[in-house]
């Protein structure tokens, strides 16, 4: 598994800046901070600790997809959308299914994401 983090500005500045401290790539230090955080060891000297796959990699601008959910989230919601900038991919109520028809339609990179309300209460978990 490979992630993206978007970091706000101010955290980003100070995790490069902690890296630049430390002698190490902005990638270790926050690949120390997560195994530290998550103590992946499960104590029979095995783990399943993350590995850094790609660097560098371009953030893809998604303020196109963005605005397009802003503009119709009533339409779609409670459905899963595909957006590709300006435009609508697939959707329906199976993510699988809608990711299956944005890779079948060429767009394999699409945003995937389940529409909410306006009106509804953010996920706060349990």
């Given at each position: 598994?490979?992630?993206?983090?978007?970091?706000?500005?101010?955290?980003?500045?100070?995790?490069?800046?902690?890296?630049?401290?430390?002698?190490?790539?902005?990638?270790?230090?926050?690949?120390?901070?997560?195994?530290?955080?998550?103590?992946?060891?499960?104590?029979?000297?095995?783990?399943?600790?993350?590995?850094?796959?790609?660097?560098?990699?371009?953030?893809?601008?998604?303020?196109?997809?963005?605005?397009?959910?802003?503009?119709?989230?009533?339409?779609?919601?409670?459905?899963?959308?595909?957006?590709?900038?300006?435009?609508?991919?697939?959707?329906?109520?199976d993510?699988k299914?809608?990711?299956?028809?944005?890779?079948?339609?060429?767009?394999?990179?699409?945003l995937?994401?389940?529409?909410?309300?306006?009106?509804?209460?953010?996920?706060?978990?349990?």
């Amino acid at each position: 598994m490979s992630l993206n983090i978007d970091l706000p500005n101010e955290l980003e500045r100070k995790l490069e800046e902690e890296a630049r401290r430390q002698g190490i790539s902005t990638d270790a230090l926050a690949r120390i901070m997560l195994e530290q955080t998550l103590k992946m060891d499960d104590g029979n000297g095995s783990s399943d600790l993350p590995r850094v796959l790609a660097k560098d990699l371009p953030i893809k601008d998604r303020s196109r997809e963005f605005e397009w959910l802003r503009k119709n989230r009533d339409e779609y919601a409670g459905q899963w959308v595909a957006l590709s900038g300006d435009s609508l991919v697939a959707n329906g109520d199976d993510l699988k299914q809608v990711a299956e028809a944005a890779r079948h339609q060429g767009v394999p990179d699409a945003l995937m994401m389940r529409v909410e309300p306006n009106d509804s209460l953010p996920f706060a978990g349990f």
